[in-house]
């Protein structure tokens, strides 16, 4: 039973980096007791390109039977033989799940003391299972794992290769790429994910498996298209189980006070009739504000990075000033959502031609964001990791350099002034800083004058007297020099 964790590098950021990160020292064969036997960690390559470490671990069949927790679901114990002759010790499964847990328990909090910036940054990572139950199929292991920003490369395990006509096996092997992740985040996927495809829990499920998987689905599970069938299937499908995990993972959507949740409040609101007259919610009047200062620019060609689901997208396509609207995100499930909001495939020829999605990451340059007169970020810097900051800041300021860009970010000064968040929150679980006005003008200052841009800043939203706007607003235009002016 075992899997493969592999990283590449370069002299400034080596690969083997990854050994940091897995608090495993490269150069040491390690084994460690778990209570359904040995797990051994070690790294069949190790330098500054690549690096591979591989979690192997032996399963003691006896003491698995012992425990009396090798009985299939019911509790019904397995015939006699099949609890000795059972597929534990070679498959991956939520055994090698707990393993993970046991040996990589503060890799998988993100917790490295060694170099703690790499634990926050995303890595390009590999990881290979070859031999994993997936009860569901490739299907199934696709729709879990692409929506977190996995390339899946999945193949059925034939049940034996001499009889093909016997047909698949109910095992995979599973190759996972993602370039977007953190390390913490890929083990916390594998961590539920393994044992959700494989559908047989060793163990009895108790009330603190849900508090387990919520902590694990930290960040992922909430907006996770196959969250019921994930939920269900890791509590061993216990239904009393499963909808307490379902309300408290519902308590955490509403608890990110989202702007589109407050969106979706002001409706409800309205369709009480409690309101004399409906409030315009922030999301619309910050795509107002972006659109006209996107007139104000004279931009035709626009990207919308971080587009997420296609809001801005859309009413821009609706303005013929705009000719052609890029819609670039991270998050497939996103882009998946914008598609269909945007109804692309039933799109007419000519206003298909002006508008394109794709799937990319802001934190590296990419030469199709290029030569565009316009870029927006709204609502996105604040989901990216500090340290991640610079990288974008060079993607869009440095390498693609539209002529004008807009930025806009929560004032965490006003956040005081929603009633829904709790004192000292961020108004959205996946926001890794909000700023007061101080500080993003001071950040946005600073990008416009490391690369030869002027900087303005709007509010969005009712400007509060004392503590600011909801939603701020940066307008950065190219400098000209006197020669482009004259041209
Ligand atoms: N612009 C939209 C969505 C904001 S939510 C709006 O204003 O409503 C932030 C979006 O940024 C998410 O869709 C997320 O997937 C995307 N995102 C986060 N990090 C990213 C990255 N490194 N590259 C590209 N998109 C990213």
Not at 212 to 229: F, I, T
Not at 368 to 389: C, F, M, N, Q, T
Request: charged share 25%; with cysteine; proline share 6%.
């Amino acid at each position: 039973m075992f899997l493969t964790i592999s990283t590449t590098g370069t002299p400034e950021r080596p690969a083997t980096d990854l050994g940091f990160l897995l608090h495993k020292h490269p150069e040491k064969a390690q084994a460690f007791s778990t209570s359904y036997g040995t797990a051994h960690v070690l790294y069949p390559e190790a330098d500054a390109e690549r690096c591979t470490a591989a979690l192997l671990l032996e399963v003691d069949a006896v003491a698995l039977v012992r425990r009396g927790k090798g009985k299939g679901r019911g509790g019904a114990p397995d015939a006699a033989l099949a609890q000795y002759v059972n597929d534990r010790p070679y498959a991956a499964s939520s055994l090698l799940a707990v393993a993970l847990s046991a040996v990589f328990s503060s890799a998988m909090r993100g917790v490295c003391n060694a170099r703690p910036e790499r634990a926050v940054q995303s890595l390009p990572l590999r990881i290979e299972v070859p031999a994993l139950p997936a009860r569901g199929g490739p299907d199934l292991v696709r729709r879990l794992f692409e929506p977190l920003g996995w390339a899946v490369d999945v193949e059925p395990v034939p049940l034996d290769v001499q009889f093909p006509e016997w047909g698949d096996s109910r095992y995979v092997r599973l190759l996972l790429e993602s370039e977007t992740l953190t390390l913490a985040e890929a083990l916390r996927h594998l961590y539920v994910l393994l044992p959700v495809l494989d559908d047989a829990k060793h163990y009895w499920v108790s009330s603190d498996e849900v508090d387990k998987l919520l902590r694990a689905g930290e960040g992922w599970l909430p907006d996770h298209p196959e969250q019921k069938l994930i939920t269900s299937r890791y509590l061993s499908r216990r239904w009393s189980l499963t909808r307490q995990a379902m309300e408290r993972l519902e308590l955490v959507r509403l608890a990110e006070a989202d702007d589109s949740e407050v969106e979706e409040i002001d409706n409800a609101v309205e369709a009480e009739g409690e309101a004399e007259e409906k409030p315009t919610p922030l999301a619309v009047q910050r795509r107002d504000a972006i659109v006209a200062a996107l007139h104000a620019s004279g931009a035709a060609r626009v990207l919308d990075l971080g587009c997420g689901q296609g809001q801005l997208v859309q009413a821009l396509l609706k303005d013929p000033r705009f000719t052609e609207i890029v819609g670039v995100d991270v998050s497939m499930r996103a882009l998946t959502i914008a598609s269909r909001r945007l109804k692309l495939d039933r799109m007419g020829e000519r206003q298909a031609s002006r508008v394109k999605l794709f799937q990319g990451s802001l934190a590296y340059t990419d030469n199709r964001l290029k030569g565009y007169d316009a870029a927006v970020l709204s609502e996105v810097i604040e989901h990216l990791d500090l340290p991640r900051l610079p990288a974008l800041e060079y993607a869009v300021f440095g390498a693609a350099r539209p002529r004008t860009v807009l930025v806009t970010t929560p004032n965490v000064e006003y956040n005081v002034r929603w009633e829904s968040l709790p004192a000292g929150h961020v108004r959205h679980g996946d926001h890794r800083f909000e700023w007061t006005r101080d500080e993003f003008r001071q950040w946005a200052g600073q990008v416009a004058e490391r690369h030869g841009y002027e900087v303005e800043f709007a509010p969005v939203g009712p400007d509060d007297p004392e503590v600011g706007p909801p939603t701020q607003m940066a307008v950065f235009t190219i400098r000209t020099t006197k020669e482009e002016k004259a041209a």
